[in-house]
Every structure is written in structure tokens, then in C-alpha cells.
């Protein structure tokens, strides 16, 4: 839970006046009014006291001790709100207590601490504007001393509401709020980490090394981020000097061992899978899409993907390639290949990283090949799905590993691909792409997978798949 500010209460700097005055202007009325309202707060009626003592005000206004006592009640009254959780309301005193005597540091204070202890309310609700703009607030009476801890949580609140407009879609929103708390706290971990993700997920590789090398010096015992900075090094030192080629949609990088030819026909290649893609599954990407084009030891060195790997999707698409992969008689393995891939960035791009592997692969299977040869595959691995089932092999959809990257049993791989590949390719053609299309938008609105295949088919996952398994 996120901290509060400490909400001091001040001893009550009560004056009780003489019934007796030096001077004959003095006000007998308030006098008696001011008297009341002291003795009603230090019996702990703050309430009754603000009412004797706005009355004594009212009649002299002139009064330095019935002026002090009445910001004091007002004070109090705050304090006891403030705890209460009555936010709103204990604002409104303590700022009326300050109004009445902007130069005492405990008044100040205490309106400093119930903003700051609103806005985190407001924070921990998902109100993360209007904790915001408390927290601004907060600082116009903070002491020094608070103005730490104040900029601590601010950028706490930043945080939440970047990840917030992340899942919403909106990136740069996003990154401009976690630069926002970076710059107020920079030693706030949890802003340069995901500054350093959001920019790896856009592909600007040189940013997100440098702020998750930040990241790293704030803590070092983040020895999660040591391998992802290695491979940051590795892919910024590889493509330094890469050339690009780009449309709207995409932007090709290359060097040497690729030629400009081969960058053009994957630009056109990838251009025609937008198309076919977006107009099967009426689902189009929302940004320029990066493409890295290397030598087979680059891809290598770049991705670490296992040996068997063609392509790669980590918010690039990353392929190798040495230009004789364009020629007519290689051409439609590399064109299986990129659609493969544009797809796993399509998916990404509107499901969000939360996608299960076997949905986003099975996908990306479905769609590397035309609609005149997925059926010829399908006949054929339903009779190796059938084998298996019979010989009780064939992997549950709910079973199949998090992550197929980090298989590297080549036959296992298949495995994997092909239980996912099948199953997808029937939920497709038995309830349509449509219905797949709602998935992904769930699940990019933040349901976990089950939710949103529920939703969408009125049925859980497990009920798909054993219809599945009968079809077999």
C-alpha cells in the first residue's frame, strides 16, 4: 500500500480573553463568544468551537487571539476529518485555517499533508489526474522537508497512471507521464524501467539501453535486466550503421550482406501481408512497424533465438536473411516467413503482450500460408493430431509451455507449434475469424484468456478444445 504522510495536530494555541479590557472599544459579545469557543475546543467539540469562534470573528475581526483561536479550531477540525478519511472536507478547513494565518508553518503543513494524502486516495482508486493535480497542490505549503516525500509519491501516482495510458494504446501519453515522474524522482526504479521497456517495445534501442542501464546503477541486484541490456548492446553495436528503407507502414533496416533489392521485396512482401491480414481479420496496426534484416551470424548474435529459429517478433521483426532468400524459387518460404511474423506484430499490437503463446503463434501459423494451402496442411496434421490423441499425446491447449522461444528440442518445437497451429485453424474455420478477432480485442482490454474466449464463445477454453478433439 502506498504511504501516507505523517498528519500532525498541533497543541491548541488557545487564548481565553479577560472578561475585563484595558480598552473600552473592545467587543463584550465577542469576548464571551471567544471564550465559549475555547473552552467547547479544548473539550474536543471542534465543531461547536468553529461555530463560537466564527461568530466571535464576525463581530471583531480585529482580534489577533480570536483570530489565532479560530484558525486553530478550523485547524483541529481539519486534523479530525483528515483522519477520518474525510478528504474533501478537511481540504476546505484547513485551507480556510491557513487563509486566516498564512504564515504559521503547522497550518501550512497540515493542508500540505491532507492534499498530499487525498491525492494518494485518489491514486490507489485509479484517479490518477486528479491525484495530480492534488499533489501540485500539496507543494504550495509544503515545508522542505516534506517536499521529498511528496515528489516520491507524486512519482508514484505518474507511474501508475503511464502504465494506465500504456494498456489504453496511448504510448507516447505514456512516455511523456513516466518522464515526467523520472525528472521529479530520479530515483524512481520503477519509471526508468519501464521508460527503458516501453522504448525497447517501439524500437528505439539506443533510449531503452541507456535507461535501463540507469535502471541497473540504481539497483544493481536487478539481475533481470542484465540479459536483456547484453542483447541491447548487442543489437545497437550490430545495426549502427544499418541502411533503411521505409513506406508508411514499415521501416526495412539492412547492411552489407543484405542488398537494397532485398530490403525493397520484404517492404513489398510485408506491405501485401498488411493487406490480406487486415482484410481477414479487419485488424490493422497502429504504428510503423521496424524490420531488421540481418546476416544469419548477426540474427544469431542479435536475437539468441534457438537454432531452428526463421524470425523473430520482440517489437521488431528480425529475420535472416543474404539476399539470395528472394529469388523466385526461395520466395515463398520468405513470404511465409514475414507474413508469420507481421502477424505476431499485429497480434501484439492489438492484444498486448498478455496473449498466450499458443494463440499468438497459432495466428501467426494460420496466416503464413494462402487460403488455397492451409487446408492441404490441415488434412494432413489432423492425422498426426489423431495419432497422438489416440496414443494419449496430444498436449492439452491449456498445457502448452508459456514460451516456445525457449524450446530447444526441435521436435518438441513442432509439437507445439503444430497443437497450436490446429487448433486455431479450427476455431477459425468452425466459428470464424470474426470470433478470433474478439479475442484479441479482449484480451488487449486487459481479460485474461479464458475471460475473453468465454465472452466471445459462450463457452470456457476446455469445452473448445475437447470439441476439437472430438472433430479430430
Known amino acids: 500500500m502506498t504511504r501516507r504522510l505523517y498528519l500532525s495536530l498541533p497543541a491548541a494555541f488557545v487564548f481565553a480573553i479577560a472578561a475585563l479590557f484595558a480598552f473600552a472599544e473592545a467587543n463584550p459579545l465577542a469576548v464571551k463568544l471567544n471564550n465559549k469557543g475555547v473552552a467547547l475546543l479544548n473539550a474536543g467539540d471542534t465543531q461547536g468551537a468553529i461555530e463560537a469562534l466564527s461568530a466571535a470573528f464576525t463581530h471583531d475581526s480585529d482580534s489577533a487571539a480570536i483570530l489565532r483561536n479560530y484558525a486553530q479550531a478550523l485547524n483541529n477540525r481539519g486534523v479530525e476529518l483528515g483522519r477520518a478519511g474525510e478528504y474533501r472536507q478537511a481540504e476546505g478547513y484547513l485551507r480556510k485555517a491557513f487563509a486566516l494565518e498564512p504564515k504559521r508553518q503547522d497550518l501550512g503543513r497540515n493542508l500540505s499533508v491532507i492534499r498530499t494524502n487525498w491525492a494518494t486516495a485518489q491514486s490507489e482508486a ?28 507524486r512519482a508514484n501516482n505518474l507511474v501508475l497512471s503511464g502504465r494506465d495510458r500504456k494498456q489504453k494504446g496511448e504510448t507516447e501519453w505514456a512516455i511523456r507521464l ?27 534501442s539506443e533510449l531503452a539501453l541507456a535507461y535501463l542501464e540507469l535502471a541497473l546503477l540504481l539497483d544493481p541486484s536487478l539481475a533481470s535486466l542484465k540479459d536483456r541490456i547484453a542483447k541491447l548492446r548487442r543489437e545497437v553495436e550490430t545495426e549502427r550503421n544499418f541502411n533503411t528503407q521505409s513506406n508508411i507502414h514499415f521501416e526495412v533496416s539492412y547492411e552489407g550482406g543484405v542488398n537494397d533489392a532485398a530490403a525493397s521485396a520484404v517492404l513489398n512482401i510485408l506491405t501485401r501481408a498488411r493487406r490480406d491480414l487486415g482484410h481477414a481479420l479487419r485488424l490493422f496496426p497502429h504504428k ?15 536475437t539468441m533465438a534457438p537454432h531452428w529459429s526463421g524470425g523473430v517478433y520482440d517489437g521488431k521483426i528480425r529475420v535472416p536473411l543474404a539476399g539470395d532468400e528472394t529469388s523466385d524459387a526461395k520466395r515463398p518460404q520468405l513470404q511465409a516467413m514475414l507474413y508469420h511474423e507481421y502477424a505476431h506484430a499485429l497480434v501484439r499490437d492489438i492484444a498486448g503482450a498478455q496473449i498466450p503463446t499458443w494463440l499468438n503463434e497459432g495466428v501467426a501459423t494460420y496466416y503464413e500460408l494462402d487460403s488455397l494451402r492451409r487446408p492441404l496442411r490441415y488434412e494432413k496434421e489432423k492425422i498426426t493430431m489423431r495419432i497422438l490423441k489416440k496414443n494419449d499425446e496430444l498436449t492439452k491447449i491449456k498445457d502448452l509451455p508459456d514460451s516456445f522461444v525457449a524450446i530447444q528440442d526441435r521436435k518438441k518445437a513442432e509439437h507445439v507449434y503444430a497443437v497450436s497451429r490446429t487448433f486455431t485453424t479450427w476455431l477459425i474455420e468452425r466459428h470464424s475469424a470474426t470470433r478470433l478477432r474478439g479475442v484479441l480485442n479482449k484480451i488487449g482490454e486487459g481479460l485474461d484468456v479464458e475471460t475473453a474466449v468465454r465472452d466471445v464463445y459462450g463457452r470456457t477454453l476446455e469445452s473448445l478444445d475437447m470439441e476439437w478433439r472430438r472433430s479430430l
Open 288 to 302: 510503423q512497424i521496424q524490420v531488421v534484416l540481418y546476416t544469419r551470424d548477426q540474427y544469431a548474435n542479435v
Open 126 to 153: 485509479g484517479a490518477f489526474d486528479q491525484a495530480e493535480s492534488l499533489y501540485v497542490l500539496s507543494l504550495e505549503t509544503a515545508t522542505t522537508d516534506q517536499q521529498a516525500a511528496i515528489a516520491s509519491l
Open 178 to 204: 513516466l518522464e515526467t515522474a523520472s525528472e521529479i524522482d530520479p530515483s524512481c526504479l520503477a519509471a526508468v524501467v519501464d521508460l527503458g521497456q516501453l522504448f525497447q517495445a517501439e524500437g528505439d
